[in-house]
């Protein structure tokens, strides 16, 4: 495997001050690299006793979307994707329990690394974020009667029959790959009205549980002065008693990010990563989050991370973090953490399996991305566990289109 080394890294993280510069720099960098490392005729590779099958049949340009959300309903019984269509918008399918693919629904509010944030709420009831009447809501559908209702609050999260909203419109100012280009009007908010909604669906209200405002003013930083604020990635823990979220904000020095968590209220707000960057994380159990972020005292990596103390452990030293970032989450079982790689120097994306008890790595699977799945165009494998935890669902570009497969692990579990 032709990955960044080391020093690569470095050279891109001192580069954190001038995103743009980074981002061209970056781009260069890479198509370079492919070059010399590319092996031609490679799609791509898995382990013996892995088997990797698409997801759906006419699965061509199905994508499944975030890594946080399995496209499973809990009784395996059904599937969600979205498919790209014209005029920028985008269909929601389910696969049949017979065989064969339904339409839900159709919405302008997605984007190529999340979708429509699509989350089953139970085995028949999914929901999603859709536009209606000029507003984002977040659009619940019974994928069996098909009846549809509607939630004011723009879909991040749910758990325990509550919506988690952000304003995507702030966020896609900053970040296109993960806001909205469907225009709306639930937009133009100041700091102190805008932040991380929770809308109860057995209520009519819903209420604004942490600000931006708020956060602007927790241990404040320097780099904060003339910034441009917002929140993201909003994950509820494994019961829904706290949640996990993000908080960026990008000023004169670049961008910077901390992760938050907070009781599912708002209340009990902790600081837990503050060295400008952290990227994806995911709850091992109600206390328990694994990270990849920075700390000052061992840099970029894989970290153990306990929502009540903050008390924070490396995962994996010297095994996963030479991979660098990915996307991880916990098997049911809590015993095996599934990641992925952005593309390496070959433009290869590796499916890794690590297992916390013994601390082996296996990789379960290699995966081209051709040169044009780049940007906010990429498709990243953004590996999903099953509710039965032995497959896993992935998203990829290997066969020139982007697509969603299934990969079983039972063989190697």
Same mark, same amino acid.
Request: net charge positive.
């Given at each position: 495997?032709?990955?960044? &080394? ?13 995103? #743009? ?77 017979? &065989? ?24 028949? #009831? ?7 009447? &000029? ?10 009667? @098909? ?8 879909? =991040? ?30 937009? %133009? ?73 907070? !009781? ?10 503050? %060295? ?24 970029? !990596? ?21 991979? @660098?970032?990915?996307?991880?989450? +916990? ?15 070959? !433009? =290869? ?10 601390? $082996? ?11 044009? +799945?780049?940007? &906010?165009? !990429? ?8 509710? $039965? ?12 289109? #982007? ?11």
């Amino acid at each position: 495997m032709a990955q960044y &080394g080391v020093k690569e890294r470095m050279a891109a993280k001192r580069l954190d001050a001038f995103p #743009r510069v980074k981002k061209a720099l970056k781009l260069v960098y890479q198509r370079v690299q492919y070059v010399r490392h590319r092996e031609k005729g490679f799609t791509y590779w898995s382990a013996p006793d892995v088997k990797v099958t698409p997801a759906a049949e006419e699965g061509a340009g199905l994508f499944a979307g975030y890594f946080d959300r399995s496209p499973w309903n809990p009784s395996m019984s059904r599937m969600v994707f979205h498919r790209i269509i014209r005029d920028q918008k985008a269909d929601i399918i389910v696969t049949e329990p017979g &065989g064969g693919l339904k339409l839900i629904a159709r919405t302008e509010a997605w984007n190529r690394q999340q979708g429509a944030m699509t989350v089953w709420m139970d085995d028949d #009831r999914l929901a999603y974020v859709s536009r209606s009447e &000029g507003r984002l809501v977040t659009e619940i559908a019974d994928v069996r009667t @098909g009846k549809k209702e509607q939630c004011v609050v723009p879909l =991040q999260a749910y758990s325990r029959n509550a919506v988690y909203g952000i304003n995507y419109a702030r966020v896609f100012a900053e970040t296109k790959e993960y806001g909205y280009e469907a225009a709306a009007g639930n937009r %133009d908010m100041d700091l102190a009205s805008d932040g991380i909604w929770k809308h109860p669906l057995n209520s009519e209200s819903f209420e604004l549980i942490v600000s931006l405002a708020q956060l602007s003013v927790h241990e404040p930083a320097a780099s904060m002065k003339g910034a441009v604020h917002h929140v993201n990635h909003v994950i509820p823990s494994p019961k829904g008693d706290r949640i996990a979220f993000v908080h960026r904000w990008t000023g004169s020095e670049g961008r910077f990010s901390r992760l938050y968590t907070c !009781r599912h209220d708002g209340t009990a707000l902790k600081l837990l990563f503050d %060295d400008r960057m952290v990227s994806h994380f995911t709850w091992q159990d109600d206390d328990s989050l694994i990270v990849w972020g920075r700390t000052s005292k061992k840099g970029d !990596r894989y970290y153990f991370v306990y929502a009540e103390t903050g008390i924070v452990q490396v995962l994996g030293e010297g095994i996963l973090d030479q991979y @660098g970032d990915g996307h991880p989450s +916990f098997s049911p079982c809590g015993r095996w953490v599934i990641t992925d790689t952005y593309p390496d120097k070959a !433009r =290869q994306q590796h499916l890794l399996l690590y297992d916390t008890e013994t601390h $082996c790595l296996v990789r379960a699977g290699s995966f081209f991305s051709p040169p044009s +799945f780049t940007g &906010g165009a !990429r498709c990243d494998l953004h590996p999903r566990w099953s509710p $039965c935890g032995t497959k896993i669902s992935i998203d990829s570009a290997h066969t020139g289109k #982007r697509e969603s497969f299934v990969v079983d692990l039972a063989g190697i579990l």
